[in-house]
């Protein structure tokens, strides 16, 4: 079954950088959308990015344009995000996410049916 592995979370200062990962393994169909997303405490789970292995054609939401860049490694089967210009509210466990054959992009949760376990994400001084 597909299985997805976050990593890279931590304490970062405001306006610092990180890069989480997410390594899959047991895709099995055509192409797949790979997804991060985000949940803060007291809060809703809310999409950050996507990207389809089809083309590597991605999508972010308003929160994630301009300071957080999806991309994929197809020899390490691993997206990657790669996070700068760091704000407090960006603090939340990150989740990776993917779901096969969908033909558009879009970061709507109950969509995506395989999930990553998570990583914290803080950000403060």
């Known amino acids: 079954q597909v299985q997805l592995v976050e990593s890279g979370g931590g304490l970062v200062q405001p306006g610092g950088s990180l890069r989480l990962s997410c390594e899959y393994s047991?895709?099995?169909?055509?192409?797949?959308?790979i997804a991060w997303f985000r949940q803060a405490p007291g809060k809703e789970r809310e999409g950050v990015s996507c990207?389809?292995?089809?083309?590597?054609?991605?999508y972010y939401a308003d929160s994630a344009k301009g300071r957080f860049t999806i991309s994929r490694d197809n020899v390490k089967s691993t997206v990657y995000l790669q996070m700068n210009n760091l704000k407090p509210d960006d603090t939340a466990v990150y989740y990776c996410a993917a779901v096969g054959k969908m033909w558009y992009l879009d970061l709507i949760s109950w969509k995506y049916d395989s999930w990553g376990q998570g990583t914290q994400v803080t950000v403060s001084s």
């Open positions: 990207i389809s292995t089809r083309d590597d054609s991605t």
């Open positions: 047991g895709f099995t169909l055509d192409f797949y959308v």
